[in-house]
Each structure stands twice: as C-alpha cells, then as structure tokens.
C-alpha cells in the first residue's frame, strides 16, 4: 500500500507540475527537478507493473506502432470559419451581427489568436480522456487519441470535479517556433526531409503510425471552444467556458480578451499585430466570437460557418522571384489552368515554387512571362498568386504565352467559348487528366461514397489500364484487384463490398457524382426534388431546367451539353445498368413538407442532425439553425439547448424524435 501510495503521490505531483507550466505559465520547479520526479515514477512502474495505469503521465511516451488510423464522426460538425482581411471586412461582419440581432448596442466579442495549426477535438468522459480526433471534412476525422495522449500540454484526467459527464473540447495542436527550428536542424543532421513551417511538423507528428515518435515532437495545445456535452453544464459565454476549461487543468490562449464593438477587435488586432513575433508559436491572424451563447444560436449557421465569429487574417505576406516555365494543367471538368513555376521562395510560411496564375484571361491581363521577377504574394492559407511582373527586370526578347491549341495531355482540341475566361479540353472523359479527377470526384465521399478508393488507387487503377471511366469501378474483379501493390485479399473484399453498397445511393448524390459542371450538391438536390427521376432530368429542355429554383442560363446549358453527347448517356445507362439505384422521391411540388421550416435541438438516438437534415429536405423542409416565429417544428433530441427555452416561448410545436420519425 506504501508504494501504491507513493505512484497515486508522483503522478499527482507531475500532473500539478504540467497544469503550473502548460496552463499557468508559471512552472515552480526547474526541468531537472521535474525529469527526477518522472524517472522516479517510471522506476516505480517498472518494479510493479500491477499498479500501471493508462493515465499514468507516463503513457504518453508512446505505444506500439498502429497499423492506420479509423474514422470518427463527429457528434456536432467541426466547422470552419469565414475570413476578414481588412477593417472594411470586419466592420461588415458587425454590422451583419446586429442586422440579424435587430440591436444597436456595441456586442460584446471574445477576441484570441488564430493558431497556426492542426484542429482537434478531445472527448473527456467522467473527466477522463477517452479519444482524440482531427476535423477531417468537418463531419468524419480521423481517431489520434494515442498520439495525443502524448501531449503534456493535454490532460489525461481533468481537474477537480465541476465538469459534464461528457465534454467535448475543440482546440488546436501546434508546434512551438523553438520545437520547429529543432525538429528541422535534426532532420538536416539525419539527411531527412526538412517541414517547411510549424503546421506542417504539427500535423505531420500527430500523423505519425508510432506514437513513440509523436512523444519526441515538441507538440502543445490550446483549446477554443467546446463542442458536445452531456450531464452537465458550462457557463453563458465563450469567455468564461475559456477561463472554466483553465481551472480544468486545460490550457486556453494567454493573450485573449473580451472587447467592445468592431473597434475592440481592430484594437486587439493592430495590439496582437506588434506581440506576433515575439509569441512563442506562429498565428496568421485573430478569432473574434461573439461572447454570448444565446446570441449565437440566434445567430445560427450559415453553410458550415457560424455567423457569430470570424477570422481576421494578417496583411499579405509578398516576396520577389523568378518564373522559370508556364504550364497548363488539366483539371476534373476540363479547364485548362496556367501555372507558374517559381524558383522557390519562402513567403508566409511556406516555401513556393508553384503559382496559379487562375485563366488567359487573367494570365494576359497580368502580362507574365517566363524569364520574369515577379511579386508573389500568401496570405494565410490562401493558395500562393503571382500579383505581378517587375517591368524594369524583364529580360529581352520574352515572349507573350498564348493558350495551346491543343490539349497538353491528351491532344484533343482546346476551346475556350467567346466572353468566357475558361478554356476547355474537349476530350471530357477519355482525356486522361479528366478520368482521373472524374472518378475522384465520383467516389468521393458526397457521391457515391466509395470507402477504399482514394486517390493513390485510382490512378493505379487508370494507370494498370483496369478503369477506363466511372462505370468501370463496378466491373472490377477481385482477381485483378489484388496484382495491385499494397493490395491484399482482405484490402480487395472490403474495397468489392464498398463498390457494392456504394449501389444504394440517392438521386442528388447520384446527379453530384456525374460531376456536370456547376452542378453542385444544393444543386443536385434541387434538380432532383424538382424532376423526381432521372429521366425526366436528363431529357428536360432548356425552359424545363429553367424554372427550376436556381438554375439559370449557364447552368442550364451544361445540363444540356452533358446529355448531349453520346458517350455521356452511354456511360449513364452503363451505371444503371450495373446495379445503382435509389429510392423514389417525390417530385417538388408534391413533397408532404413543402413550406415548413424545422430546427433540431440536442442529439438524436438513431441518426445524426446531418442525416435528419437530409430526410426532411428530401420531404421539402427547411431545415434553420434558430428559433423564430415562423419556424413550424422543433425537433427535441437529448440534451438540448437554448433552442427548446425559445420554442416554447414563442409557441412553436414541439416534436420528440419517435413523432418526428412517424411524420417522416
């Protein structure tokens, strides 16, 4: 009982030494004092391994290599925010709030630094860490948990007891600039790869399949928000979550504050402006959220950002290099892309030897040729541009590019429309460069959601001659499936089993996965609500498609265009033909939910909101992210939110999940 008492004491001890220097920044013992309290407790393990536990501080060295990382889904989606780059930007998006809040007074916002990072979200049960998981798409990420577990910044078991039963904290993984510049002077020492900034080396650490190689990185955290919570509750506003999540021995930012009004936050964010190189870690810009929870649900959603807060990035990062060659790529639906081949430079964080440089149009109003100096300019994650060519360093006897004629993959003949700023390879589908994005896009996980097919495998399959377009993935044989590299019997079976399930699909995602263009996924929906089949979709005239919500001139001429090729309707009967299919839907006019506006409050048992989502729009329902007078039903799942305090106040029906399945 001694010695069980003295571990119970050491691990104590060590934890009260993480909480003092991850979260408060005020560590009371030097390092050496604290390497002898862990090289103590791990001796003690080691004479009585009977007394190891799994939140010993000393399981976070790492375990046994795995073999892959599985799939989370996420409770409540991870969703991304909108950007600002300037003041005007962040005036609008104040103004925005209390034109939908209906309010004059200056808003409280909750302002901290945007960590250059990688987003995760650590799911605690009765106080104990239990899984770890990266956003992913937002919807599905992938599961870390033992890699994070290596975090000391991370608490394997919170503080005191004044937390749900279930709390899901969103934060961000990042590396410190010392950590950084560490790791790469001991790859260059190695003859390894170098990371090209600290997101890099945080996210490629915590992807890594041996854990024991994680704990080596210099990772920490800092949380943001919260996301699911059971049996329990957490305070009004984003601030005092903040500072309730620090008393729980989780670390928040130092440098975040509660401001009034836009002016606040364009103070915070010229004050942060002047502290940003002299922080620890890197951050490409400033979070303002608006600091009252009730007024974010009031605010709700809009696609997968929130209303309430955003990202004011820093100034444009701009540096000088040469172009050494202009290429043209060819992308999924055709478009043919000018890219610029830099001499690498290093600009906002990264090292850049590519640019796009977006169209002709674009290409011949900037004037870029091969042989000049030109400006490129990164901002935040925004994907690198040449801004323009120094006049006064072009070299004689430069040439102006102009658009091939024919296309650099296949050969087939370029087109670009008059009045359009996009030229086209007309080889559509038998052009190489297009089968290959073709049946990514086809696959992906918004089509027909093909688990197995990722992109190294679809172009072995183009490039073993096995596919030669979409309707061939479900004509392959396990037999030739397993000549693959890395493809073994068992990898074979689940990829045939996925391709057969991938059969069971919906219109809109089926119409999505033909990859028409500027046939996107509300599109797809709305094309299917309104025709009810495919065939009345793909023999509709141009005035048909038109009446169609949404659908205008261009559109419509696409939908035209693509059934009017041969090939096209030739492929479709194929995939028919081969077994997809899906359930009857009812045309627009004749949906039983047409006109009513629902909102889901807390979690559903048997389905996600996603999923609820998506039955009542397939019925005709809107589906709102708040509570108003016109809303016609609030769904109550468990543990619901302030939506249901509000439903009842203004009188709105009130449908549990099994009245809620029976209208459905």
């Given at each position: 009982m ?11 001890e ?5 909480y ?5 920044a005020?560590?009371?013992?030097p390092?050496s ?24 501080p ?5 375990a ?6 599985k799939?989370?889904?996420h409770?409540?989606p ?12 962040v005036?609008?998006?104040d ?17 901290e ?13 009765k ?8 956003r992913?798409d ?5 599961d ?10 991370i ?15 969103r ?5 410190t600039k ?15 790869k ?7 080396a ?7 399949l ?19 919570i059971k049996?329990?509750e ?5 601030a005092d ?26 103070k915070?964010f ?22 009252d ?22 100034p444009?990062q ?6 050494e060659?202009?290429?043209f ?92 700023a996009i030229?086209?390879?007309m080889?559509?589908?038998?052009c ?36 030669q ?12 499936l ?12 689940n ?7 991938s059969?069971d ?10 990859g ?27 005035e ?8 205008g ?24 033909h ?9 045309t627009?006019?004749?949906?039983p ?6 909102v ?7 389905m ?12 005709g ?42 209208m459905i």
């Amino acid at each position: 009982m001694h010695i069980k008492n003295e571990i119970e004491k050491l691990r104590r001890e060590i934890d009260e030494h993480n909480y003092r220097y991850y979260v408060l920044a005020d560590p009371s013992v030097p390092d050496s004092e604290y390497d002898t309290l862990f090289r103590k407790l791990q001796t003690l393990e080691k004479q009585h391994p009977e007394l190891m536990t799994a939140d010993s501080p000393t399981q976070r060295v790492g375990a046994e290599p795995a073999q892959g990382f599985k799939t989370v889904k996420h409770a409540i989606p991870m969703l991304s925010l909108d950007n600002a780059f300037d003041a005007e930007e962040v005036k609008a998006f104040d103004e925005r709030i209390h034109q939908r809040l209906k309010n004059n007074l200056p808003i409280d916002y909750a302002c901290e630094p945007k960590l250059d990072g990688v987003a995760i979200s650590l799911l605690y049960e009765k106080g104990h860490l239990v899984q770890a998981a990266t956003r992913g798409d937002g919807v599905t990420g992938e599961d870390v948990t033992q890699n994070v577990r290596t975090i000391r910044a991370i608490p394997l078991i919170l503080r005191g007891k004044n937390y749900p039963q279930i709390l899901e904290v969103r934060g961000e993984i990042y590396m410190t600039k010392k950590g950084f510049e560490k790791l790469n002077q001991e790859a260059e020492k190695n003859n390894q790869k170098v990371f090209a900034n600290p997101r890099n080396a945080a996210s490629g650490s915590l992807r890594q399949l041996d854990s024991k190689i994680t704990a080596k990185r210099s990772l920490s955290f800092y949380a943001y928000s919260v996301g699911e919570i059971k049996n329990g509750e957490l305070p009004s506003t984003h601030a005092d979550i903040l500072d309730q999540l620090e008393t729980l021995g989780i670390p928040a930012p130092e440098c975040r504050k509660v401001v009034k009004g836009k002016s606040g936050c364009l103070k915070f964010f010229e004050t942060l402006s002047k502290k940003r190189e002299s922080l620890p870690f890197e951050i490409d810009g400033v979070v303002y959220k608006v600091n009252d929870l009730s007024l974010q649900e009031k605010l709700g959603f809009v696609s997968r950002a929130p209303r309430w807060a955003i990202a004011h990035k820093f100034p444009a990062q701009e540096k000088l290099t040469k172009v050494e060659a202009i290429e043209f790529q060819v992308g999924r639906t055709g478009a043919l892309t000018p890219v610029a081949r830099l001499t690498p430079v290093f600009v906002g964080g990264v090292t850049v030897s590519n640019a796009t440089l977006h169209n002709m149009d674009e290409l011949q109003r900037k004037d870029i040729r091969v042989g000049d100096t030109v400006i490129v300019r990164r901002a935040g994650d925004v994907i690198p541009e040449v801004v323009k060519p120094i006049l006064e360093k072009r070299p004689n006897q430069t040439k102006i590019i102009s658009l091939p004629k024919k296309c650099p993959v296949c050969g087939a003949d370029v087109l670009k429309p008059e009045g359009e700023a996009i030229a086209r390879c007309m080889g559509e589908l038998y052009c190489p460069a297009q089968l290959r994005e073709t049946i990514k896009h086809f696959v992906s996980r918004r089509a027909m959601d093909i688990d197995g097919l990722g992109d190294k495998l679809v172009d072995q399959l183009v490039s073993e001659n096995l596919i030669q377009d979409i309707a061939d993935i479900y004509s392959l044989k396990k037999e030739k499936l397993i000549t693959l590299e890395r493809m073994g019997e068992k990898s074979a079976d689940n990829l045939l089993e996925a391709i057969e399930k991938s059969k069971d699909t919906t219109l809109p995602r089926f119409l999505y996965a033909l990859g028409i263009r500027e046939v996107g996924e509300a599109t797809a929906k709305t094309l299917a609500s309104y025709f009810g089949t495919l065939e009345k979709f793909s023999h509709a005239d141009e005035e048909e498609l038109q009446q169609v919500p949404d659908v205008g001139p261009a559109v419509s001429q696409n939908i035209i265009g693509f059934f009017k090729q041969k090939h096209h309707r030739e492929l479709v009967e194929r995939l028919i033909h081969s077994g997809i299919h899906w359930r009857k839907i009812e045309t627009q006019n004749n949906l039983p939910l047409q006109g009513l506006t629902f909102v889901i409050t807390g979690t559903l048992a048997g389905m996600s909101r996603e999923e609820a989502k998506e039955k009542l729009e397939e019925k005709g329902a809107k589906v709102a992210g708040s509570v108003s007078a016109k809303t016609s039903y609030v769904i109550l799942g468990e543990n619901p939110g302030s939506k249901l305090t509000q439903a009842r106040e203004l009188g709105v029906k009130i449908l549990n999940e099994k009245e809620f399945l029976k209208m459905i």
